[in-house]
């Protein structure tokens, strides 16, 4: 099985990217879907960020406020790292059943979408590692255009996130966002063309497929010596 990571900053377009996967029928394990269902109301994720932060941050009806709790964090570097500690055990095994049911169903590539691919030491999961990248004078008037927001909010929100230039040093692949969407179709083909090229004999041993001949072939080999001890005890 090939576990594809996809990661990039805010407004640096990963979410088109990734939806570019899935109009190609690569399946995708969405972060921050996950990320949404541990926090939902009576959730074990819910309970220790309320704990930690105070009923304040819930809406009328005890959901978590998000962007309400996303102001708190961003301005504030100590609180945004309690946020990561107290939902990260609950994300982490959120993936881990989103990959192992897509495993199940004998998927051979699925791409892992992932904001904090790198902060979160999740890229050791995957290969290829694919970062999309832009400038960033681009990103932040993206950004301030998406969210309506000022440039001071805008600014504060992309330097709570590593910097893409310095994810790009990390990737196995960089798509430059910087163009139109014609562009960024453009540069995708050639990264499906990558993903989807055949599995090695590593990343086929560890895919449904290839687990299962292994299995097969450990039965036959067990049929095989039992066969030959039979044999031998009556000759």
Same mark, same amino acid.
């Given at each position: 099985?090939?576990?594809?990571?996809?990661?990039?900053?805010?407004?640096?377009?990963?979410?088109?990217?990734?939806?570019?996967? %899935?109009?190609?029928?690569?399946? +995708?394990? /969405?972060?921050? #879907?996950?990320?949404?269902?541990?926090?939902? =109301?009576? *959730?074990?994720?819910?309970?220790?960020?309320?704990?930690?932060?105070?009923?304040?941050?819930?809406?009328?009806?005890?959901?978590?406020?998000?962007?309400?709790?996303?102001?708190?964090?961003?301005?504030?570097?100590?609180?945004?790292?309690?946020?990561?500690?107290?939902?990260?055990?609950?994300?982490?095994?959120?993936?881990?059943?989103?990959?192992?049911?897509?495993?199940? %169903?004998?998927?051979?590539?699925? +791409?892992? /979408?992932?904001? #904090?691919?790198?902060?979160?030491?999740?890229? =050791?999961? *995957?290969?290829?590692?694919i970062v999309v990248w832009v400038?960033?004078?681009?990103?932040?008037?993206r950004l301030m255009s998406r969210?309506?927001?000022?440039?001071?909010?805008?600014?504060?929100?992309?330097?709570?996130?590593?910097?893409?230039?310095?994810?790009?040093?990390?990737?196995?692949?960089?798509?430059?966002?910087?163009?139109?969407?014609?562009?960024?179709?453009?540069?995708?083909?050639?990264?499906?063309?990558?993903?989807?090229k055949p599995l090695t004999w590593?990343?086929?041993?560890?895919?449904?497929?290839?687990?299962?001949?292994?299995?097969?072939?450990?039965?036959?080999?067990?049929?095989?010596?039992?066969?030959?001890?039979?044999?031998?005890?009556?000759?």
């Amino acid at each position: 099985m090939r576990i594809v990571g996809l990661t990039g900053g805010i407004a640096s377009g990963k979410s088109t990217v990734s939806n570019l996967f %899935k109009e190609n029928s690569i399946p +995708v394990v /969405d972060a921050d #879907l996950v990320a949404r269902d541990v926090l939902k =109301k009576g *959730t074990g994720g819910w309970k220790k960020v309320v704990s930690a932060f105070g009923e304040d941050i819930l809406q009328l009806d005890g959901e978590v406020d998000r962007p309400k709790l996303g102001q708190i964090v961003f301005s504030n570097p100590e609180k945004r790292q309690l946020l990561n500690r107290l939902l990260a055990p609950y994300i982490s095994s959120g993936i881990f059943w989103e990959i192992l049911k897509l495993w199940m %169903k004998g998927c051979k590539v699925i +791409v892992l /979408d992932v904001p #904090l691919l790198f902060e979160a030491k999740m890229d =050791k999961w *995957t290969k290829p590692i694919i970062v999309v990248w832009v400038d960033p004078e681009t990103q932040l008037r993206r950004l301030m255009s998406r969210d309506r927001t000022n440039e001071d909010d805008a600014g504060n929100r992309i330097n709570a996130q590593m910097s893409l230039d310095l994810k790009r040093t990390k990737a196995d692949i960089v798509v430059d966002n910087t163009g139109s969407l014609d562009d960024l179709r453009e540069q995708f083909r050639n990264v499906l063309l990558e993903v989807t090229k055949p599995l090695t004999w590593t990343e086929f041993g560890l895919s449904r497929q290839g687990a299962s001949s292994v299995l097969a072939s450990i039965i036959v080999g067990v049929l095989l010596f039992k066969k030959l001890l039979y044999k031998s005890e009556f000759m």
